[in-house]
């Protein structure tokens, strides 16, 4: 079956279980809004939920089994770019991990609520087939034996993380935005990708990351952040809810109750946060109290300790004192919480994969993600309803929360997408120009010496492009050497790259240093650059040949306070192509940089000593 016939002008649902409820016991909003919701318009909130609409959703829980209650808190992962139909290794990987075959299966056996997107589970190929993977979801969610639509999410931040790449539009990512400073590009550049998302099916983003990079060394967070001043990031964040919201996707700031000042992964380790109570309102809480203000549709939590907020030191995403006392009771908040994975080591350290997602519902979480092992998750808390330890009314707030939600977005009207909203919507020549410009504003330059920049073709012609070429955010962009020497070239110059990699290695070096001579100017792309780093050495080595180096900071911008010698430095906060061309475009003077540090470089060797301060940023004569 064509999963696009499946879209209906009045969003009748498929199913083959049991009649589907009447539209007067499915809470509707008008056809412009579903429709709004597709092209990436303007999508009016519904107005405040009322109680009359609160008791047709509670009518819809009421007809649910207690399975069918289970799985509306679950969002989970799913292999295959089809939902009926995916590659043999891809239902080989879902029957090892989850028990399934399909995510049509993942639906009918466990009832979740939500599905999430990753590319590395080959969900998201190209837009078209992200659209019908997404019909074919909403059809087995529609076809249960109480029909509710599925919530599908991503983690579509951009910069650094993607999940949906080329041709769909890449905006800068968050420090990106932040070294923009401006409300109106941020809210512009979520209201592009929530409107790209929202045509492929995709309604609920983690984006904005609400978090306040104050450590250098963060693992983790990094460029993901919009920058260390608490109002500035509290800003952009507000800017961000507002833009995706408009498009008709829930935002989901993250990660409460503020991931900023850590020095652990807590994808691999349980970090902990050694802020005072003052400290955590002061430095954490602002961007958290300014998207609840902006109407934040989601929160996400973290799997961090801060034991100034609970003694405990229970991971926030188990802590009622954080997510309860604090969020909902403190903070005001009343929409959706969700974990962060659930197969992250940070939450798993303490207890077991039995307990946790008990332990989360007990402590305010409404969705429950990615677990490791879904029945493990699913069986726990069906038992843990069971036995009493959980009251069926407490799931019922939970569901009640997620049907709030997917009844705003219009799910319930229309949960289905059209090619032709995906050929309307994504990569348009529009979305790209924006992207492009909104890049462009970005873009630092930190040091420039005796005005080496721009680079001229008349002066400047040929050019070597050497560096790191990590592996790329979405999967469809890169390598950056690549990039950056096409995007040259295109400008005019004679580029050639050479990757020497992260970790370049003394023969790579070597022939890196061979591929200078005779070259008018070498660009290097630096990643990351720590004080062992090699990438030192070759910086080092290429200044000594006597050409001009000039070094773009591809990730972090800090990697300036660890090499010398270079003629000028750019920082471009990721390595995706929007970004890199937004570079090169500085690097040849046909864009002004504009962009200003948003976080402070330390002194590699006296981190009490600012380098360059927020703000700093200079521009072309």
Not at 35 to 51: E, F, H, I, K, Y
Not at 432 to 445: K, M, Y
Request: glycine share 8%; aromatic share 4%.
């Amino acid at each position: 079956m064509d999963p696009f016939n499946l879209a209906r002008p009045e969003g009748a649902s498929v199913h083959h279980r049991a009649p589907a409820p009447s539209r007067r016991t499915l809470l509707t909003v008008t056809a412009a809004a579903a429709a709004a919701a597709v092209t990436g318009m303007s999508t009016p909130a519904l107005a405040g939920q009322d109680r009359h609409d609160d008791r047709k959703l509670r009518r819809i829980i009421d007809r649910m089994s207690l399975e069918e209650k289970v799985g509306q808190l679950f969002v989970m992962r799913v292999y295959g770019h089809s939902a009926t139909a995916p590659d043999q290794a891809d239902i080989d990987a879902n029957l090892a991990e989850i028990g399934v075959r399909t995510a049509a299966e993942l639906v009918e056996r466990y009832h979740v609520g939500g599905v999430i997107y990753f590319s590395w589970a080959h969900n998201t190929r190209d837009p078209q087939q992200i659209a019908a993977l997404s019909n074919g979801i909403q059809q087995a969610a529609l076809a249960q034996p109480t029909p509710v639509p599925a919530l599908i999410s991503t983690d579509q931040e951009h910069g650094i993380v993607c999940r949906v790449g080329e041709p769909a539009t890449l905006v800068p990512g968050a420090m990106a935005l932040g070294a923009g400073g401006s409300h109106a590009d941020a809210r512009r550049a979520a209201q592009i990708a929530g409107a790209e998302l929202a045509a492929v099916g995709i309604r609920q983003n983690y984006a904005p990351v609400a978090d306040v990079n104050v450590n250098p060394a963060n693992p983790v967070i990094g460029v993901r952040s919009f920058g260390s001043d608490p109002a500035a990031v509290a800003g952009l964040v507000a800017a961000q809810v507002k833009g995706y919201q408009r498009a008709g996707v829930a935002a989901t700031s993250k990660h409460f109750p503020g991931h900023g000042d850590t020095a652990v992964d807590s994808h691999y380790g349980l970090p902990t946060i050694t802020h005072t109570r003052a400290q955590w309102s002061t430095l954490d809480a602002p961007p958290f109290r300014s998207a609840i203000a902006a109407g934040i549709d989601s929160i996400m939590t973290a799997h961090i300790v801060v034991p100034a907020l609970d003694p405990s030191e229970d991971p926030a995403t188990l802590s009622r004192p954080i997510l309860t006392g604090i969020l909902r009771e403190e903070l005001g908040y009343d929409g959706v919480v969700v974990t962060d994975s659930l197969g992250m080591e940070g939450v798993r350290t303490k207890y077991g994969d039995e307990r946790v997602p008990v332990l989360a519902l007990k402590a305010g979480v409404d969705q429950l993600l990615n677990p490791p092992k879904l029945d493990v998750a699913w069986n726990a808390v069906l038992k843990a309803v069971r036995d009493g330890e959980l009251t069926e009314a407490r799931l019922d707030e939970s569901i009640l929360r997620i049907l709030r939600l997917k009844a705003k977005l219009g799910l319930f009207r229309n949960a289905y997408v059209t090619r032709a909203g995906v050929e309307r919507v994504v990569g348009t020549a529009a979305h790209l120009a924006q992207a492009d410009r909104i890049a462009e504003a970005g873009t630092t330059l930190l040091t420039n010496e005796g005005g080496f920049l721009p680079l001229s073709p008349a002066r400047h012609g040929a050019v070597l492009v050497v560096g790191a070429d990590p592996a790329s955010p979405s999967g469809t962009t890169g390598p950056p050497t690549t990039t950056l020497a096409t995007a040259l070239t295109e400008l005019g110059f004679t580029a050639t790259a050479l990757s020497t990699g992260i970790t370049p290695t003394a023969a790579k070096i070597e022939e890196a240093v061979a591929a200078a001579a005779g070259k008018d100017v070498v660009v290097v792309g630096t990643y990351n650059v720590t004080a062992t780093s090699p990438q030192r050495t070759l910086v080092a080595r290429l200044v000594a040949t006597g050409v001009p180096v000039v070094a773009i900071a591809i990730r972090n911008p800090y990697d300036i306070a660890r090499i010398t010698g270079q003629r000028a430095t750019l920082a471009a906060y990721s390595w995706t192509d929007v970004e890199l061309r937004a570079a090169a475009r500085v690097l040849a003077g046909r864009a002004r940089p504009r962009g200003r540090l948003p976080v402070p470089v330390q002194s590699a060797d006296d981190p009490a000593k600012v380098l360059y301060p927020v703000g700093h940023g200079l521009s072309y004569r």
